[in-house]
């Protein structure tokens, strides 16, 4: 959004009250009056908006942002709203339903809907507060489309900055359009699912911790390491006193490993354990009884499929984009001139 808007906002929420549409409260007088004023605020700010210059990005339309506010259970109002803004949030959200015509400029309709999608490039702030701002919208829109009515009887549509915006704008949204039908509409939850699953293997294969233990002889003599460490023994001092491995005077220190680098009974007991926990009962292996701590553990799996999916999103959209523009470049005729050279 451009600081162009900064100023408008401000009007906007100041206009806050109910409006003259059929079906909802009447707005007192002042209120009236009020609103009556954002016109001349609106047309200066949206005149004093650079719009029209050449390279310029446009407002897309395509990419929407959803309208925060609408189909869920509205906050309740504070103190100084009034039961009039609450009685006008109900009415919205009733009429939505049905897109009714909420004004005529020129014969032109403007509808429910558009003042809806008019307030999706605002702040997601303003945006929850829609009935706060309706009015001063549906204003707006009344504004923008005496401007348009206006400029095109100036002849502006054939304007050469105008077609340029234009073309460029077009261009844009067919360009996202293809986008989203090649590459998004062919993404499947079952396709993210099998691909979070093979991460989460491949993860699983590359985990590693950083475990301490106490090689013993007997079973009995690992428990009686156990219960030092209940008692609040230090583990590296026990491992350099009772340990019968060659990590003795490393305090019993294996440093990182995965799990395939131990044999499976002294894997499975040190990847069950959390970093800073020890095994509560001695663990069997070919060489003896063993009492493991886990200092560190690292290389897995950072959330849930449903928090992982908007990135396994993102990346099977960029690997069928690739896709996508590798077969198009194949299929095109693509010449180069001099001072320019293929993208290696």
């Known amino acids: 959004m451009g600081p162009v808007w900064g100023?408008?906002?401000g009007s906007l929420v100041s206009l806050g009250g109910p409006c003259m549409i059929d079906g909802l409260?009447?707005?007192?007088?002042?209120?009236?009056?009020?609103?009556t004023?954002?016109?001349?605020?609106?047309?200066?700010?949206?005149?004093?908006a650079p719009l029209l210059a050449h390279g310029q990005d446009v407002t897309d339309p395509v990419t929407i942002l959803p309208l925060p506010g609408f189909g869920d259970e509205p906050e309740p109002p504070s103190p100084d709203e009034g039961s009039g803004t609450v009685r006008l949030g109900s009415a919205l959200k009733?009429?939505?339903?049905?897109?009714?015509?909420?004004?005529?400029?020129?014969?032109?309709e403007i509808r429910w809907a558009d003042v809806v999608a008019s307030?999706?490039?605002?702040?997601?702030d303003y945006r929850g507060q829609i009935?706060?701002?309706?009015?001063?919208?549906?204003?707006?829109?009344i504004d923008l489309r005496l401007i348009i009515s206006a400029g095109r009887e100036?002849?502006?549509?054939?304007?050469e900055k105008v077609r340029r915006a234009v073309d460029a704008f077009e261009n844009r949204v067919i360009s996202e359009a293809f986008i989203r039908r090649e590459v998004a509409g062919q993404i499947t939850n079952a396709m993210l699912r099998e691909r979070y699953d093979a991460r989460l293997k491949r993860q699983q294969v590359e985990a590693e911790v950083r475990a301490r233990h106490i090689l013993l002889e007997r079973e009995e003599d690992a428990w009686a390491v156990i219960a030092k460490l209940e008692a609040g023994a230090d583990f590296p001092s026990l491992a350099r006193k009772h340990s019968a491995g060659p990590t003795a005077e490393q305090g019993g220190d294996l440093d990182y490993f995965r799990r395939g680098d131990m044999v499976a009974e002294f894997a499975d007991a040190a990847f069950a354990l959390q970093a800073g926990e020890y095994s509560r009962e001695p663990v069997k292996t070919q060489f003896g009884w063993h009492v493991i701590k886990v200092e560190d553990r690292r290389g897995e799996v950072a959330g849930?499929?449903?928090?992982?999916?908007?990135?396994?999103?993102?990346e099977v959209s960029r690997e069928l984009l690739n896709k996508l523009l590798r077969k198009l470049r194949a299929q095109a005729k693509i010449e180069l001139y001099p001072g320019s050279s293929p993208v290696q």
């Open 131 to 141: 009935e706060l701002i309706f009015p001063a919208l549906v204003e707006r829109l």
């Open 119 to 124: 307030a999706r490039d605002l702040p997601p």
């Open 25 to 35: 409260e009447s707005a007192p007088e002042d209120e009236v009056m009020r609103t």
């Open 94 to 108: 009733g009429i939505g339903k049905d897109n009714p015509v909420l004004a005529r400029v020129n014969g032109s």
């Open 304 to 314: 849930s499929f449903f928090r992982m999916r908007p990135e396994l999103r993102k």
């Open 154 to 159: 100036e002849g502006l549509a054939e304007d």
């Open 37 to 48: 004023l954002a016109g001349p605020v609106i047309l200066a700010m949206l005149l004093a």
């Open 7 to 9: 100023p408008l906002l």
